[in-house]
């Protein structure tokens, strides 16, 4: 009975995005409160636990949202993104040029969400592409297959915090394992764009015009990757100091990065940076940058919080003995996170809601997949990522942002970049496998 109104309440999710295009915030209360009735826990009972859920999950990760959220606005708004491409691109040179724009893109979606980033990089394409005679769809694909990367592996993309903060797992080692799966995934994804690029063809469209920051250009590139790179190296430092041979010992070096490595402190250093690159802007020019980014922060921030709500119902149910998973291994058991994402994410297409979703499912079975350890819970959040890119296409707003700016029909957006995130997908949880061999 129990497993049935789990899939019932996931069914619900799944059509009331889809099909009535209910709000992800919405449809996952719903399904909280719902499951709640169904399973008999008394009223006050279900809203006591999903108030506890829903402000568990947000405690460590609210302000993270907030301030890596600000992070990305200032980024777009002073033109650095175009300054990190245009550095990158320098780095790695022109014959290597679609290379270039696919690990450009993966930089800037760690702060950025890939929609903007893939808006506002776009017109780099068509210039590059004049420049080396290489096809645009080949740096169409390579940016589009980088930035997805990022997007659901490293933090402090939404997502990945979102599945970290319900799973219980470490920010830093989940930044760390993240980063050696996104890149490889990351550059499959160029391999791809330099297989299938040329196969395709381009429709005639009105060239889509993004405004570009003049005063941007005076920005120096070391100080456009500083908001990026300083939060990640303190937040990777607190995971090193953590760990539980204590590396770096315990003495000022460990009290440290202890704090200023943990999240919030590690991302406002970071916004400390970003609002360093608006100094040559008037204030009337900024005054709207941080109201802006709250707001985007604020539609992620509550389906984060309702997707802990969620999941807080779901763990009074005991889903393991109810699916019979006891024998299950830790390999199979991130199989089946991965499966359960890349269901959720190809039926409804949000990355960050099957993120969410999965990881409510997922969080009860922890510890009878043998998920337990430090490195296991971040592999698990991986896995997750891993099956929330696969796939990639009609009903994903990122998928009709890549063929719209890219002049690409659907059939060729479907044939390039639906197959690169399926590709993407299966390299991502290869990878995690691999590592939960070694590790």
Known sequence: MELLILGVVVLFIIIATVKFKMHPIFSLTIAAVASGFLLGIAP????????????????????????????????????????????????????????????????????????????????????????????????????????????????????????????????????????????????????????????????EHKEQVVEKSELGATIKPYRAFLPLLVPIVLIAMNSIVNYPTRPLGEGWVFFTFDFIGSPVIALLVGVIFAFAL???????????????????????????????????ILRTMDIASIINLESSS?????????????????????????????????????????????????????????GAMTVSHINDSYFWVVSQFSNMNVKTALRGHTLGTLIQGVIGILMILILDVLL
């Not at 499966?339 to 009878?368: F, R």
């Open 330 to 386: 830790g390999i199979g058991g991130l199989l089946i996170a991965f499966v359960i994402a890349a269901v959720l994410k190809t039926a409804q297409g949000s990355s960050t809601v099957a993120i969410i979703t999965t990881s409510a499912i997922i969080a009860p079975l922890l510890e009878t997949f043998g998920l337990i350890s430090i490195t296991e819970k971040a592999l698990t959040v991986l896995a997750i990522g891993a």
């Open 44 to 203: 006050q009972e279900i809203m006591s636990t999903m108030a506890e859920g829903f402000g568990k999950t947000l405690s460590g990760i609210g302000l993270v949202i907030a301030f890596g959220t600000v992070i990305g606005i200032y980024l777009e708004k002073t033109g650095s993104t175009q300054i990190l491409a245009n550095s990158i691109l320098k780095v790695i040179g022109l014959k290597r040029s679609p290379l270039a724009i696919n690990l450009a893109g993966f930089v800037i979606s760690i702060p950025v969400y890939c929609d903007s980033g893939y808006i506002i990089l776009s017109s780099l394409n068509k210039a590059i592409s004049k420049k080396t005679g290489i096809p645009a769809l080949v740096f169409a694909i390579a940016l589009a297959t980088g930035l997805y990367s990022a997007h659901v592996f490293v933090p402090p993309t939404p997502g990945p915090l979102a599945a970290a903060a319900i799973l219980e797992a470490d920010l830093g080692t989940v930044l760390i394992l993240g980063l050696l799966v996104a890149v490889p995934v990351s550059i499959s994804g160029y391999v791809w764009a330099r297989f299938i690029g040329k196969t395709l063809n381009e429709e």
């Open 278 to 312: 608006g100094s040559k802007f008037s204030s009337e020019q900024k005054k709207d940058w941080v109201p802006e980014a709250f707001r985007q922060a604020g539609s992620i921030v509550l389906i984060t919080g309702a997707g802990g709500a969620f999941g807080a």
